[in-house]
């Protein structure tokens, strides 16, 4: 067997481990830049490196408040761009900050794998353009940057103008040359041979082309179109045709010099090549006029011109038949390969005109303001001043769901959201639709409410999820291949929803139903006994132990224990909001930016919140979760630490340690990290087996659940077929990807804590009766190489000795560690052959590749044992390490004919010699592992099925090469 390992210059360079103070994030940049380009995990750290401090704004310190929040920048990043070398990087350099830190675990922008870059300009975005190289930006500030498939973003220049006089509003690109406008016809230019000066005649400008001569063309908003010859070293006006009207909104020169234009109300025209300046006579109508044009754009070789119409017509002049429709559009861009986009308000079609209905859609996350292709392969949004890049060949399945119904009149925007403890996370809409997305992001089940109304309140029940919506409260449970919807559970006005055990509660008005099966219990405040103002339900909460919390818009608060049917009511200030429980009442955020819990004996005042905190929830022990409206997503009791988040965000829920946050139509999902010192590299996992089952133990008591099936799958007991073995590993996959949405991926990198290139041992913790299931199998199929990629993750089992029975081992007289092989007699086929003669000659070998070997040989050849007192003789005295080569079972060992002794028997002859290593080879010898460590033997390596001489020696030989090497 032979270890390979990858080479140290390999591995990221960790700064925060080498205790030389700080470091700033231009150096860490200029020393990965030196880094060869084979070395993708370097280059991936460059780019997410480069991009966070273009986000950041200005240099972060490794050392100091800095360095926190920009390795929360280089996290999200990572988690976006699938990037999971430099993930770990970041989640380590968090664990060495020391504190709590939410951990950012998936965002729906990568929940489909697409291909993504993003990065933010100076400002909000007014004009783009593409070409073959790069896109070119322009801002509202006048601020003009170019991007690069790279995802940089370089300066150009900035418009020379007053404060407060309008954005840039044009860009055009040709190959190293840009050129964009603002108001007043002020110009900025770059990689120009002539550049041109401002025009005399001045207005906002709103086109602009480069000619393959070095022309320049612009437009302005009085439908001007100004042309500028290298050769002439002036401007010249092209008095527009009779017909054109409105702002000039497109501009594209032709390869023979000619240019065509068109104008807002869908006129375009083509100006002849040598066509002189003034007069009406040089241009060529190619478009009529159109009162209903959205949009209108040249192709950029001018040969083709696309329009959509107000009602998402999408149409190119010449084409016969219509292209495709795209309700709400409101622009429209070109490829160089001549494919075209039509651009709505949250997605981008792009299709080849002419050649049928063939279009893909790109459903984005947030508006879309701008866009522009670069090359033939990436398309640019723009949404406020974000830019993104998406990989048209590799863009995902963001197609709209074949059951979703066709959209309503109005927004759809996120107005709920619900976590589970299992990971999951339910995200409702305004007009109904509900999407659940899986603990690492994937959209995995989509539904929409009938009626389709707004979606308030949602809340995890059973198998499933309760819904308060405009139209009533529903309960949907979304199965595989079930085409059954939510199912209506009231038909009023539902506006909060809870559940507790067997009860489904919702709030109707003034009053809280309790469903049970078919009955129902109705709560009102009169009912209390008490005098408190009313008002409809604003909010509901249930704590573990089944107490009711109903919360009135008068700020009249309602306990109801659900477990002895008795209430009380006390009185909060209005416009308080629940945000959980305490451990003795319901906590409230008070409109002063308090929170205070209701106990029994009053009110009790527990933390004041930042001046200007939005959505609020509860972590129990942790604190508190505060979307900030100004720093994001904040983490605290007492003192708030700013945290990675949207820039906005409008919900939040939390389960446990899990939160999940929407904002500008983005969804994300966090954990909370507690760092607890270095980590050791080791993580124990319980798993306990039951006749249907078993169930899994997670660090922070998280469990599991596992059913019959599924261990059937993985049980060993005899020899299985190749397609057998497969899906056991699939199955082993499936349990994976189940602990991995339920946080193992939390306590890896715990495990790791500051150093990334850590390898992780998971110890699983076994009962007994399982020995012969396959746990080693367990990976994450999500990994590039289930577990066994960089850094290793490797499975152990573990089982708690028994003190009183534990065996110490003895020192070495002679200073070396005492190795014996012990094997079986006449183990013979059916051709009289010894399957065991070539143990022999491969100790033998051994011993001649470890000559200067640490170990000492007990004897120079493996000894033949058939008896017990013959295996007792044998062990008398004490070894340190021992490897035993004989037939197992469960229940017995088998050394030869007539030479069956008891797993137990055995045992009890090899802890007397207490060793400290013991190697099994022999058929699922699990029971005689489990047996010897719960004695005492600190590491047994044992064979859980059916193994072949031939195929395990080269193992066991290679193993026992480097473990007499002392490697």
């Given amino acids: ?83 999971p070398a430099v993930e770990r990087w970041a989640t380590a350099w968090l664990f060495a900050c020391g504190e709590p830190f939410l951990r950012l675990r998936w965002s729906s922008r990568s929940r489909d794998g697409r291909f993504r870059r993003d990065g933010h300009a100076a400002g909000r975005v007014s004009a783009v353009a593409g070409a073959a190289d790069a896109v070119v930006v322009g801002t509202e500030s006048g601020l003009v940057q170019r991007w690069t498939s790279a995802g940089d973003l370089h300066t150009v220049g900035r418009l020379e103008k007053e404060p407060g006089h309008g954005p840039t509003g044009a860009v055009a690109v040709r190959g190293e040359g840009v050129v964009a406008g603002g108001p007043h016809g002020e110009l900025v230019t770059e990689g120009l041979d002539a550049p041109p000066p401002p025009p005399e005649q001045r207005a906002m400008i709103t086109a602009a082309a480069l000619g393959p001569h070095g022309g320049v063309a612009c437009g302005d908003e009085l439908g001007r179109v100004l042309l500028y010859r290298p050769a002439t070293g002036r401007w010249a006006d092209l008095s527009r045709p009779a017909a054109a009207q409105g702002r000039v909104e497109s501009l594209a020169f032709r390869d023979d010099g000619a240019l065509c234009a068109a104008w807002r109300r869908g006129t375009a025209a083509e100006r002849r090549t040598g066509a002189e300046p003034g007069g009406t006579d040089g241009w060529v109508l190619r478009h009529p006029p159109a009162p209903d044009l959205r949009a209108v754009a040249w192709d950029p070789s001018g040969t083709w011109l696309a329009t959509v119409t107000a009602a998402g017509q999408v149409r190119v002049v010449g084409q016969r038949a219509l292209d495709w429709s795209h309700p709400g559009a409101h622009g429209l861009v070109w490829s160089t390969d001549g494919r075209l986009a039509s651009v709505g308000r949250t997605d981008v079609r792009i299709g080849l005109p002419g050649a049928g209905p063939a279009v893909d859609t790109i459903v984005t996350d947030a508006p879309v303001g701008q866009a522009a292709l670069l090359g033939t392969r990436y398309l640019i949004t723009t949404h406020g001043a974000e830019v993104v890049q998406w990989d048209l060949a590799a863009y995902g399945s963001e197609r709209p769901h074949p059951d979703t119904l066709a959209p309503l009149v109005g927004d759809n925007t996120i107005t709920a959201i619900a976590t589970a403890q299992e990971g999951w996370t339910a995200v409702g809409t305004a007009r109904g639709e509900i999407r659940i997305h899986s603990g690492r992001g994937a959209v995995e089940a989509r539904a929409r409410l009938h009626p389709a109304g707004h979606v308030y309140h949602l809340v995890p029940c059973d198998e499933g ?83 009711l919390a109903a919360l009135f818009d008068s700020g009249a608060l309602l306990l109801h224990d659900l477990t002895d049917d008795s209430s009380r009511a006390s009185t909060a200030a209005a416009g308080s909001r629940l945000i959980g429980f305490g451990e003795n009442g319901p906590l409230l955020r008070e409109p002063t930016s308090c929170v205070a819990e209701f106990t029994a004996t009053g009110r009790q005042k527990v933390a004041r919140l930042p001046s200007a905190a939005g959505e609020t929830a509860s972590l129990g022990g942790h604190g508190f979760v505060v979307a900030d409206p100004q720093r994001g997503l904040v983490l605290g009791r007492n003192s708030f630490r700013q945290l990675t988040a949207p820039s906005r965000v409008d919900h939040l829920a939390v389960a446990g340690r899990r939160i999940a946050v929407a904002g500008e139509g983005r969804v994300l999902g966090y954990e909370v990290a507690q760092p607890d010192g270095a980590g050791t590299g080791v993580l124990r996992i319980g798993i306990t087996t039951e006749h249907d089952g078993c169930t899994f133990q997670l660090p922070d008591g998280g469990q599991v659940r596992v059913n019959s099936g599924v261990l059937d799958a993985l049980r060993v007991t005899k020899p299985r077929t190749l397609g057998e073995l497969s899906r056991a590993v699939t199955t082993a996959g499936t349990v994976g990807e189940a602990l991995g949405q339920a946080g193992l991926d939390l306590f890896v990198d715990a495990a790791r804590g500051a150093f990334p290139d850590r390898p992780v041992r998971i110890e699983l913790a076994i009962g007994t009766g399982a020995d012969d299931l396959a746990w080693e199998l367990l990976h994450d199929p999500n990994a590039a190489l289930g577990w066994f990629g960089r850094p290793r993750v490797t499975i152990t089992r573990v089982v708690t000795p028994d003190s009183c029975s534990a065996v110490r081992p003895r020192a070495e007289a002679d200073g070396k560690p005492a190795l014996l092989v012990v094997r079986g007699k006449h183990q013979v086929t059916p051709m009289g052959t010894d399957l065991l003669a070539n143990v022999d000659d491969a100790y033998d070998r051994m011993w001649r590749r470890t000559r200067r070997s640490h170990v000492r040989l007990v004897e120079p050849h493996p000894v033949s044992v058939l008896t017990q007192p013959q295996l007792k003789n044998t062990l008398r005295d ?38 400290r290593l013991v190697v099994l080879i022999g058929c699922r010898s699990g029971a005689l592992g489990r047996l010897l460590v719960e004695r005492g033997v600190p590491c047994v390596v044992a064979m859980r099925a059916e193994v072949y001489s031939r195929t395990v020696q080269p193992l066991v030989e290679d193993f026992t090469a480097l473990v007499l090497e002392g490697t």
């Fill in 1 to 83: 067997m032979t270890t390979v390992d990858f080479p140290s210059a390999d591995r990221l360079p960790v700064p925060w481990s080498q205790g030389s103070g700080p470091a700033d994030v231009d150096a860490l940049i200029s020393e990965l830049a030196a880094y060869p380009a084979s070395r993708p995990a370097h280059q991936d750290l460059l780019e997410a490196l480069r991009c966070a401090r273009t986000r950041w704004g200005r240099h972060a310190p490794f050392a100091g408040d800095g360095a926190a929040e920009f390795a929360r920048e280089v996290l999200e990043i990572a988690v976006e761009w699938r990037m």
């Fill in 465 to 547: 999820w309760l819904i308060a919506g405009h139209f009533g409260a529903y309960w949907w449970t979304p199965e595989p291949g079930a085409d059954a919807g939510p199912r209506r559970l009231s038909t009023s006005l539902c506006t909060a929803v809870a559940a507790w055990k067997p009860f489904r509660i919702y709030a109707e008005g003034d009053q809280v139903v309790i469903a049970h099966g078919k009955q129902r219990k109705i709560l009102r405040l009169g009912r209390t006994g008490d005098e408190h103002p009313g008002g409809n339900v604003a909010d509901l909460r249930v704590s573990r132990d089944g107490t």
């Fill in 878 to 915: 004490h070894v340190d390490l021992l490897h035993l080569w004989a037939h197992c079972d469960q229940e017995n060992v088998e050394f030869g004919p007539g030479g069956r002794l008891t797993t137990e028997a055995v045992a009890t002859c090899i802890t007397g010699a207490a060793p």
